[in-house]
């Protein structure tokens, strides 16, 4: 008997490939976005001279004839990643169990593997979830007003505008989200495999949990910076930080302690010119002698 196959004249729809891909390009870029992010924001560890240099370099102050820099920038550089975000989110919502049947099937399944990056894959459906409400507000913000970045301004925004508890919640997820996406991104695509894949993924899997806590570590401590100047600056909420504040309080400083080094010299010379004075002045009821003439003698 003749054997023969029927070949599908339908073409294969290669659009869940390209989608997969487009996510895994968007969640590259913001995941490597997110690391230079913290080490942004954690400059102000070192200061706010620090966050400011770098926030008016984000700026292009060092393009302004003034120095004050080009909040446009900033604008658009907020755009740009609010987009990404956007798309990205969109993409991974196709993923997510959009019935609690669903949910309960995958919760069920996860209980029987108990295989480490499923679970992995459920913390980062949770906190994009999250991710995808905290963002938007955040990146919205920074949309709306780009020039806010600032020492005082950011700190206020915290502790004033009693924003810490979203973004504390957004680090935590941001950190999580981030750092499993990247690592499963590298098991997903075979990068950095080697020869033993069970030895590489070991690897990469203890490289992800150090970064987590680095980076979370790098975040609260950024956090903590800016509440505690947020509290300092609650008398003068939404005053702009002054990098040369320092040195005019400094010689304000030395002008004071010129001033008071000057006072005693002042009063020792009037003390001076007092005892000089005394002494000019002859005693009450004495008369300088007059000069008597001379005896003349006529021989």
């Known amino acids: 008997m003749d054997s023969y196959s029927i070949e599908s004249i339908k073409k294969k729809n290669r659009m869940p490939a390209r989608l997969d891909f487009l996510q895994s390009g968007t969640g590259l870029i913001l995941g490597l976005f997110m690391w ?40 658009f550089a ?14 991974g919502v196709r993923k997510f169990p959009i019935s609690w049947k669903q949910h309960r099937i995958i919760r069920d399944q996860m209980q029987m593997m108990n295989h480490t ?18 963002g938007s507000v955040h990146l919205y913000i920074m949309l709306t007003n780009p020039g806010s970045i600032d020492p005082y301004l950011s700190a206020d925004r915290i502790v004033s505008g009693n924003m810490w508890p979203l973004y504390l919640i957004l680090l935590i997820c941001v950190e999580l989200h981030g750092t499993i996406g990247l690592y499963r991104l590298c098991m997903k695509w075979g990068w950095f495999a080697g020869k033993d894949a069970r030895k590489s993924r070991k690897t990469l899997k203890a490289l992800k949990n150090k970064l987590t806590i680095f980076f979370m570590s790098l975040g609260v401590f950024a956090l903590l910076v800016f509440i505690v100047i947020g509290i300092n600056h609650r008398d003068k909420v939404g005053e702009r930080y002054n990098k040369h504040e320092p040195a005019v309080e400094q010689g304000q400083a030395e002008e004071q302690v010129q001033a008071e080094e000057q006072v005693p010299v002042e009063e020792h010379v009037q003390t001076e010119e007092h005892v000089q004075a005394d002494e000019e002045i002859p005693a009450e009821g004495h008369e300088p002698e007059e000069a008597q003439p001379a005896d003349v003698t006529h021989q």
């Open 117 to 134: 990056d499923t679970n992995l894959w459920y913390i980062q459906v949770i906190t994009g979830f999250v991710m995808f409400f905290a």
């Open 36 to 75: 230079a992010h913290m080490f942004l924001v954690g400059s102000i560890i070192l200061g706010k001279g620090s966050f400011n240099f770098v926030a008016k370099t984000m700026e292009l102050a060092f393009l302004s004839d003034t120095g004050h820099g080009f909040p446009i920038a900033v604008f």
């Open 78 to 91: 907020v755009l740009t990643v609010f987009t990404l975000f956007l798309i990205h989110a969109l993409l």
